[in-house]
């Protein structure tokens, strides 16, 4: 449980400072919703964006020396803004519940004195009561700091009071977050949680290649980033509650294009692959011989449909191979999927006004490049045409179709 109300970047190539959000030090801004949708013209920063939250992922799985090196960043010097000074740094307001007081994360990345990459610092806080100062739970310099043990309010004020239990910490690797070592041990049992929201994200970067190679009799429970696993998760799927994946199916093959019907098929080593019919077809066909859109819709499907979903899930341009009617509806199972709790909280980057008409003002981001050629962002709701338009039934893909949002000046 739990999702990001909002977050800060710096310094994230052209994303030298932008904020979407409510954060620590923007208390008066609108939370996140479950559904955020991105959109803004060819090179203003969206696959920036997206990136920027792998990177975090791949920091706690890889460390940040070899995150800067992955996934085809070049390394810290190509990553960070050009002319910052400063650190690459992120801050996430995150909340675990209704009912839970939020916590900020803030993360600073810079170049150690042999010119690495390493964790300058990192800090954990969390709000005392509902409407008192964050306390520090967690504070790190090039290593050296604190935690505090706990589930409570145990913290380290502004001032140097101490409430809690205070454990002196000192890390030998720098170049992995502080919290994937200290959330391992059950005595930090805050950071513990955090981690693991942290570790539950999923960056999407399906493709239908992948998904379409035989795999192993191996039952898994979460796609992969490529989606070459779809047959293992719908095994899985099967294997934990039959009757209910079967009516999953049913309800995702209504959603298919020109599909009548979907069932699983179990061989005698154990594998299961799905079997498709065409309407109009006798003979069932396998996901090797669906379409490229067809198979990115049944996986995008599928993903919605996780018994334990990932609380973070970020997709890029999900519209790409995929005829513009079927936008639309997929836009609402996602914005219906996702709900209003805690549990599911979905990124996404388009350039479809089809995908974006389903949605509401308050849903979609617009990301523009400034005059130095760095990213901004404004919420949609905040431009002052697009509650007068929105009365008038003008939706918002529309509004972004005709140019309305040419600046983020208005």
Not at 36 to 47: D, H, V
Not at 227 to 252: D, T
Request: glycine share 10%.
């Amino acid at each position: 449980m739990g999702k990001i109300e909002g977050i800060k970047i710096q310094n994230y190539g052209v994303l030298k400072n932008i904020v979407l959000g409510k954060t620590r030090t923007k208390q008066s801004e609108k939370a996140l919703g479950n559904l955020i949708a991105i959109i803004g013209p060819s090179g203003s920063g969206k696959s920036t964006l997206a990136d920027a939250f792998g990177f975090i992922a791949d920091c706690l799985e890889i460390g940040v020396e070899a995150a800067c090196d992955a996934n085809n960043r070049g390394g810290f010097e190509r990553l960070i803004s050009q002319g910052a000074t400063e650190p690459v740094s992120f801050e996430m307001y995150y909340r675990e519940s209704s009912n839970t007081r939020p916590i900020t994360y803030e993360l600073e990345i810079d170049l150690d004195k042999t010119g690495r990459p390493y964790v300058k610092s990192e800090r954990l806080r969390q709000r005392v009561g509902q409407y008192g100062w964050p306390r520090s739970f967690m504070y790190l310099q090039e290593g050296s700091g604190y935690a505090f043990e706990g589930n409570d309010d145990g913290g380290q004020n502004d001032d140097g009071s101490i409430i809690g239990k205070k454990v002196d910490v000192q890390l030998s690797d720098l170049r992995r977050p502080g919290i994937v070592t200290l959330g391992a041990m059950k005595q930090y049992n805050r950071i513990e949680k955090f981690l693991d929201f942290l570790r539950s994200w999923y960056l999407c970067y399906f493709s239908p290649d992948a998904a379409r190679r035989i795999q192993t009799a191996a039952p898994q429970a979460y796609l992969d980033r490529i989606g070459s696993n779809i047959n293992n998760v719908a095994q899985y799927m099967y294997r934990e509650n039959k009757r209910e994946f079967e009516k999953i199916l049913q309800e995702i093959q209504s959603k298919l294009p020109g599909i009548e019907k979907i069932e699983p098929q179990k061989f005698e080593n154990g594998q299961m692959m799905l079997r498709f019919y065409e309407k109009d077809f006798k003979e069932p066909f396998y996901s090797q011989r669906m379409s490229d859109g067809a198979l990115k819709l049944f996986a995008y499907y599928l993903l919605l449909h996780e018994k334990n979903p990932r609380q973070l899930v970020f997709i890029e341009e999900p519209e790409n191979g995929l005829y513009h009617h079927y936008l639309g509806e997929l836009a609402e199972e996602m914005k219906r999927e996702v709900g209003s709790g805690f549990s599911k909280q979905l990124f996404i980057t388009t350039h479809s006004p089809f995908f974006v008409n389903a949605l509401g003002p308050d849903d979609v981001w617009v990301l523009m490049k400034d005059m130095k050629g760095y990213s901004t962002i404004k919420r949609a709701s905040e431009f002052h045409f697009v509650k007068e338009l929105a009365e008038e039934g003008v939706s918002v893909g529309d509004m972004w179709y005709s140019k309305y949002f040419e600046s983020l000046e208005d």
